[in-house]
Structures are given as structure tokens and as C-alpha cells.
């Protein structure tokens, strides 16, 4: 024997019965079957708002039962010959006015009793049954309709009808006794009392019909199927990545079902469980797919774990006070005072000086329940002995559910740290005793997140997705940009890792998209945006909330460094090209280092110093093996060093600086260059990194140009600038004159810092380094000769390649 429970969607209409219909056909031909359905579609649901209009005199009951019959007789005249029609289709328009006649009585008396509503309810698993066993009729398939109100009995119960199962078991078998056919159609969802009054089985009545019929019979198995396939290790509406477990336990199914996993309803498959018969739950609409199997002893799965599921809608209760300490009977006064006023408790967690306790209850309860509590503890609460019940509302609780939990060592740890690096706040925590849980309280906008990142952690590929949040659309931006465009395949295969942009932002405008915006859509959907405002730029990351955030600034822009600490604090990791964070006070370096290494939380910044050389790299790798920075000598502008190595008198000064501006070699602004002021400030970051305490007052900058020329506009400093040509030209014949050149070098020592123009002969490392390139010589403990990284150290595509690097680690 077997039992197959098809549910309201699996025939809502002609065309999924029909699906129904050929799943059951193929059953027959294996075993004798048992067939339970529930009513059409929202069809219950239907009927319910009938008996409460009837009740309210509202006429447009009777619209709504019309509707309701046009339905049931479409599917008939769709479904079956022209020679089956006629009979079934009077037999339904007879059942209907039966319902009308109810209803008007109803509509007379004002009043819907419990037993009217059942009555009322009824109908729709006695029409959709009968629809299916006149189907199977049509098609020469002999079954019997069985109907359950004649069957299955109850009694009245405190929370509802209760089945009375030695008088239903006797009726079932004597029912399978007396019809000898291998098909019998059964209604789920009703039955009787024993006055022979309609009732019904409550919420997954129809479940738990054909759990009764399958420990009566012993069938060897239990189908449940819907249009799902199966249960999944998460919501797919939630997690699209969420994959059907193939294999579970009756008590794992139970607990992702406690917790919101809506496939099973655990008390109505009871029956099925004691008698140990493997439930299977399939897709009407993939009748191939095998489904899931809940079963007593499944095969292990990856890890042990099984799925992830969420109860929305969730209040917590939390009592309080100095007299709960030591004083015997306060949890069992609460859970008492919460059971007789009805309140279910979800979820329980207490701390361990018994000074305080938090219960999860369903949120619609949550008045009721406080009115309850304080009336209890009034004496308590008047002599402070007892807080006033605290209720905070809007929470979720998440589930990982699994077997023996307690012995999986770390799985509680990789939860934990999975929803925290996504900046979520866990309220409450609690481990069920069944050991087959372990569940977080969060806020239930952080619900979906959470579910997210759990999946990931233990159901996800080895991948990681960055998500950006990039300040600046510059030179810099756009080719990082392009450099992740081009190495997306790359990233994918080679790293695992994905990188999307949600938001980016230039002076003017900002946007931004949780799901992602495609790199050649920025240019067009920039202008459009939100007008440019960095604090809710910041805003729009934290809101967001996703994992592995990072902020990018591509900017030189004054003010965005300060927010740095606030996107560290948020969870968020930075990624920086912007010298002038780093280089300010040395008091606000230190934050900054100070929240890195209490958070966890990254800040990354090799670019600020030298493009995409690994000097900042190199400085730490030595220190961190104990070696002792001494002094670091450094050509650290690129741009300076172009100049002066591309400078021979014969093409004007101020010519090459606006070649080298509109190449991308100068800050947006050449006059920092050209001051030393991005010298002064990639030497104090290089300071700092040494082990060296310096504040920017304490850099001594050689200019080799007169401090005027850089107060005025940028129109006037390049035609002052023009007034020094003599001057420059001075200083270049004189070096070359001596087999010299003009390099422009810092010289960093723990005692202070020099930053000039200086003439080095041909046997000095610094002689032949040219173009853009950079050059840092590190003397140490370990390397009295010095340690020297050379390379190009200027220019938007470098820094970007740097940014990339910073990015990856």
C-alpha cells in the first residue's frame, strides 16, 4: 500500500489535475494506492470568506459561490468525455446549492459557528475528489471515492478536533476490506464526530489525512506532493543557489518546519513518523525529479548539515530584575502565565547569572502577553525586585538545522562569524535540545541577508563576491574599472571571486544598485543620479549591509578620509589611493590602525605610496619578522622624476608638466607635485610604516620653487611658472655640467624627514632611475646594504593595477 497527498496547487485547474492524474496512473501499476487531495487551489479560502459575508448579511456571498461553481464546472467540461459530463456536472450544481441553502441559513441566524464553518469548508475536498475519481473513471481506471467524513472520526479537543484513531483505523480497514480496487480516492482535510456532524483536521488537515490513512494501512510509503521539489536547504526565493536535500530525518524535517519551511507541517505527519514509514515529497510539475525522503536513518550529507529556515514576525519578551537571583519558580510563574493566556513560546535563552531571561513569541501575541506578565509579577515589578516586561518587536529567528550539532566542532563559530563579517547584529542565540539546531535572533530586515551568508558559508561554492562601493569616476576609477571588466572570467575561474559595483559616485552625482550596475552602463546612468553626497554615500553601504563590502576611494578629495573610520566601524574594508588620510596627525593615523586591529576590518593603501609597487608591502614583510627599519632614502614622485629626467632646457618647463598632467602622471592638481606636497605626504606614510613617529609639520620640504608661485589659480601658476624657466634651466646646466642629474629625493630617518631637489652623480643608485619610475632604498638591521624596489610609480593604470592588487588581498 501506498498514500499519495496531492495538495491545492496540484489541482488548481483541468491541466495540473490531468498531471495528477498521469503520477497516479503509473502508481497503480506498482501497488495498491490511496489517493488524498485537497480542495482546488484558494478554493478554502474561498469558502471561508462565503461564511464570514453570509454571517455579515453581506449578499455578495452568493456572487462568490457562482464564481465558484463556474469554476468547478469549467474543469469538468475540460476535463472529462462528453458522456461523463452530464452526470458529474448535475451531481456538482446539486453539492453547490446544498452550499447556498447553508449560507442562507447562515445569513439568517447572523452567526458562524465552528460547526458551521466546517460544513462550510467541506466542500472543497468533496468536489475536487469527486472531480478526480470521475477522471479516473472516464479512463477506465476502476477506483472507489471513499468519503472520509465516514471514516476518520473526532471529538471535540482543547485546542481543536482531536481524531479519535481506534474508531477511524477499525473504519479504515473495514473500508479497504470492503473495496477490493487498487485506486481509492480519498477527501483530505474532513471528516466527522460521532453524531456524524462535519468537522475538520485544522491547518495540513489534508497531510494529516493521508499521514492517518498511511499508519493505519502501514503503507510502505507516504508521498506528499506539491509543486516544489522538495524541501530545500533555504528558500529559493531567498537563495536562488538552494538545493533540494535528497535525504532528512523525521526530527531534522521537523525542525526546519518548525522554524518557517512551509513543505510539511510537523503535526500532521505524525502518524506516518511513529510507524517509521518514509514520507517522500515530490513536484507534481516534476514528477521526474526523485524529491526529498524523510526517513528515520538517512545517509549523512555534506557536513551533517541540512538546510537553513526563518520564522518571521517575531517578538521578544525579556524579564529582568535583581530579585530573579538565586529565587526559585520565576521561569516556570512566566511560562505558565504565557500558557494560559495562549501564548506559544518559539524560542527560550537565559544568562547564567539567572539575572535575566528572553523568550521568542509570535509578535501578534505581544500585548497580550505583556498585559499578562506584569499583572502576574505586579508585586515583584512594585517592589523592584522585577523589570516591567521589556517587549522588543521585529525580529526573525534563523535556523541551521542539522544531526548532532553538538558534536560538529565549529559549526556554531562558522554561523556566528558568517552573519557578523556582514555587520549583522545577533540578539539572542539558543540551541535546541533535540540537538538538531542552532538559531539566531536577528532584526528581521536582516533576515534575508542572514539567510544569504549562512547558505553560502556551508551550501555555496568556494567563491567570495566583493561587492564596491567606488568614490571617484577619474582617470584611476575608469581604468580599474576596465581592469575588472576585462579579468572577470579570470577572477571567476582562477580565484573564485566575482566582483560587482553597487555604487559609485564622482563630484556631482551617485548611484547605486544591491543587485550590481554593469560597468558600461556607469557612464550613461551616472548623470542621472542622486546628486553626490558622501555621508549618504556612507549611509547607502551600511543600509545595504552586504558581505564582503569594501569602499574604494579613487579620489584625492579632502574630506572622504575622514569617513574612513566610520566605514571600518561599520564592517565595511577601504581600499585607498588618497594619501591625505594616511598622512595627516599621527594621532589620527593611529585610530585608524587602532579600529583595523579591534575590528578585524581592513584598510588597504599600498597605492598611496609608489602606485602598484610593493614598497609599503616590502617595509611591513621586514618589520613583521622582527627586522628594524634605520633609514629609507626615496624617489617617490613619478611625476617629478619624469620632469626632470625628461628635462634637458630644450623644451620649456611648463610644457612638461601639462604633458605629464594630461598623461596622467600628475595629481589631478600639479601644483601638490610640484610643492612636494605629495612627496611630503607618501614620505610621512613611509615614515609612519617604518616605525617612525612624525607629524606632517616635522618633514622638512626644500622647495625648489619660490611658495607664491602655488597661492594663486591654476591659469596664473602656469604662467608664473614660465617666469622660472631661466631659474630651472640654471639648476639642470649646473648638474649636467658636473656629469650630474636632478632627482628630487626623501630622505626618512626616525629623527625626521628631508624632502628636496638634489644633484646625484653617475655612481649613486638614484642616477639612472627615469621616466616615471619610482625607486626606495630600505636600510634595516638585516640589510645594511639596502634593500631597493624600483619601478614605474606613476600614472592612472598603474594605480589602478595597485587598487587591483589591494582588492584581491
Known amino acids: 500500500m501506498q498514500v499519495l497527498k496531492f495538495g491545492g496547487s496540484s489541482v488548481a485547474d483541468a491541466a495540473n489535475i490531468s498531471n495528477v492524474v498521469k503520477i497516479v496512473r503509473e502508481s497503480v501499476k506498482k501497488d495498491r494506492t490511496i489517493l488524498v487531495a485537497s480542495a482546488l487551489g484558494g478554493c478554502t479560502d474561498k469558502l471561508i470568506e462565503i461564511g464570514k459575508l453570509a454571517a455579515m448579511q453581506d449578499e455578495s456571498y452568493n456572487e462568490l459561490i457562482d464564481k465558484l461553481e463556474e469554476r468547478h464546472q469549467k474543469i469538468i467540461w475540460e476535463l472529462l468525455p462528453i458522456d461523463y459530463q452530464h452526470a458529474l456536472s448535475s451531481k456538482t450544481k446539486n453539492t453547490f446549492n446544498q452550499l447556498r441553502e447553508i449560507c442562507k441559513g447562515v445569513f439568517y441566524l447572523k452567526e458562524l459557528s465552528n460547526s458551521s464553518l466546517d460544513l462550510i469548508m467541506s466542500f472543497g475536498e468533496v468536489l475536487s475528489t469527486r472531480i478526480i475519481s470521475e477522471r479516473f473513471s472516464s479512463m477506465g481506471i476502476n477506483n472507489f471515492w471513499a468519503d472520509a467524513r465516514e471514516i476518520i472520526k473526532t471529538e471535540p479537543g482543547s485546542s481543536g478536533n482531536v481524531v479519535i484513531k481506534q474508531v477511524s483505523y477499525s473504519n479504515i480497514k473495514k473500508m479497504l476490506i470492503s473495496n477490493r480496487q487498487r485506486l481509492i480516492v480519498v477527501p483530505g482535510f474532513i471528516a466527522s464526530d460521532l453524531l456524524k456532524r462535519t468537522t475538520t483536521l485544522g491547518r495540513g488537515g489534508s497531510d494529516y489525512t493521508a499521514a492517518l490513512l498511511a499508519e493505519a494501512t502501514e503503507a510502505r510509503e507516504l508521498q506528499i506532493w506539491s509543486d516544489v521539489n522538495g524541501m530545500m536547504t533555504a528558500d529559493p526565493r531567498i537563495v536562488p543557489e538552494a538545493i533540494t536535500i535528497r535525504h532528512i530525518s523525521y526530527k531534522e524535517a521537523q525542525e526546519l518546519s518548525h522554524f518557517g519551511a512551509k513543505v510539511i507541517y510537523p503535526p500532521t505527519i505524525q502518524p506516518a513518523i511513529r510507524k517509521g514509514i518514509p514520507i517522500v515529497v515530490k513536484n507534481t510539475f516534476d514528477p521526474q525529479d526523485p524529491g526529498t525522503i524523510i526517513e528515520n536513518n538517512p545517509p549523512e550529507s555534506r557536513g551533517k548539515i541540512r538546510g537553513i529556515s526563518r520564522s518571521n514576525k517575531i517578538a521578544l519578551l525579556s524579564m529582568e530584575g535583581s530579585g530573579m537571583v538565586g529565587v526559585p519558580g520565576y521561569s516556570a510563574r512566566l511560562f505558565s502565565t504565557l500558557a494560559n493566556v495562549g ?405 626618512i630617518e626616525k629623527d625626521g624627514c628631508s624632502i628636496g631637489l638634489e644633484s646625484v652623480g653617475a655612481s649613486h643608485p638614484f642616477y639612472n632611475i627615469c621616466g616615471r619610475d619610482n625607486s626606495v632604498m630600505i636600510y634595516s638591521d638585516e640589510y645594511t646594504s639596502p634593500l631597493i624596489v624600483t619601478g614605474a610609480g606613476a600614472g592612472a593604470s598603474l594605480t589602478a593595477s595597485g587598487i587591483f592588487s589591494d582588492l584581491l588581498a
Open 343 to 747: 501564548v506559544n513560546i518559539v524560542l527560550i535563552t537565559q544568562a547564567s547569572s539567572v539575572h535575566t531571561m528572553c523568550v521568542a513569541i509570535e509578535d501578534s501575541d505581544a500585548e497580550k502577553a505583556k498585559r499578562a506578565v506584569d499583572s502576574v509579577f505586579a508585586y515583584e515589578i512594585s517592589l523592584n525586585k522585577v523589570n516591567p516586561l521589556n517587549v522588543e518587536r521585529g525580529f526573525s529567528i534563523i535556523s541551521l538545522v542539522g544531526d548532532d550539532l553538538k558534536n560538529q566542532s565549529g559549526t556554531g563559530g562558522k554561523m556566528f562569524n558568517a552573519i557578523g563579517r556582514s555587520g549583522i547584529n545577533i540578539r539572542a542565540i539558543a540551541q535546541g535540545s533535540s540537538e538538531k539546531n542552532i538559531s539566531v535572533v536577528v532584526k528581521e530586515e536582516d533576515s534575508d541577508l542572514s539567510i544569504k551568508v549562512i547558505h553560502d558559508e556551508f551550501f555555496g561554492e568556494e567563491k567570495k563576491k566583493l561587492n564596491l562601493f567606488i568614490a571617484g569616476y577619474g582617470q584611476v576609477a575608469k581604468a580599474l574599472l576596465s581592469i575588472i571588466d576585462s579579468r572577470r572570467d579570470w577572477l571567476y575561474s582562477k580565484r573564485g571571486l566575482e566582483i560587482s559595483i553597487v555604487a559609485i559616485s564622482n563630484s556631482k552625482k551617485m548611484i547605486s544598485d544591491k543587485r550590481g550596475i554593469q560597468i558600461n552602463q556607469i557612464e550613461s546612468l551616472l548623470p542621472q543620479g542622486e546628486a553626490s553626497d558622501i555621508n549618504r554615500f556612507r549611509e547607502i553601504c551600511c543600509d545595504m549591509s552586504l558581505p564582503e563590502s569594501l569602499f574604494v576611494d579613487c579620489t584625492a578629495d579632502r574630506s572622504i578620509p575622514s569617513l574612513y573610520q566610520e566605514f571600518l566601524q561599520s564592517g565595511c574594508k577601504v581600499v585607498t589611493c588618497n594619501k591625505i588620510g594616511l598622512s595627516s596627525s599621527q594621532e589620527s593615523y593611529d585610530s585608524l590602525q587602532e579600529i583595523c586591529i579591534n575590528t578585524g576590518v581592513q584598510l588597504r593603501y599600498e597605492t598611496t605610496v609608489g602606485a602598484a609597487l610593493p614598497v609599503i608591502s616590502t617595509i611591513r614583510e621586514r618589520r613583521e619578522c622582527g627586522d628594524n627599519i634605520r633609514r629609507v632614502e626615496a624617489i617617490l614622485s613619478g611625476t617629478l622624476n619624469y620632469l626632470f629626467s625628461k628635462y634637458d632646457a630644450s623644451v620649456r618647463f611648463s610644457d612638461l608638466v601639462e604633458q605629464a598632467r594630461r598623461a596622467g602622471y600628475t595629481e589631478p592638481d600639479p601644483r601638490i607635485d610640484l610643492a612636494g606636497t605629495d612627496t611630503m605626504r607618501k614620505a610621512l606614510i613611509l615614515a609612519r610604516e617604518s616605525g617612525f613617529r612624525l607629524e606632517p609639520d616635522e618633514i622638512k620640504v626644500i622647495p625648489f620653487l619660490n611658495d607664491a608661485i602655488f597661492t594663486s589659480d591654476i591659469e596664473i601658476f602656469y604662467a608664473r611658472l614660465r617666469d622660472y624657466e631661466d631659474k630651472i634651466a640654471a639648476k639642470f646646466r649646473e648638474s649636467a655640467a658636473k656629469g650630474e642629474r636632478l632627482r628630487f629625493i626623501a630622505r
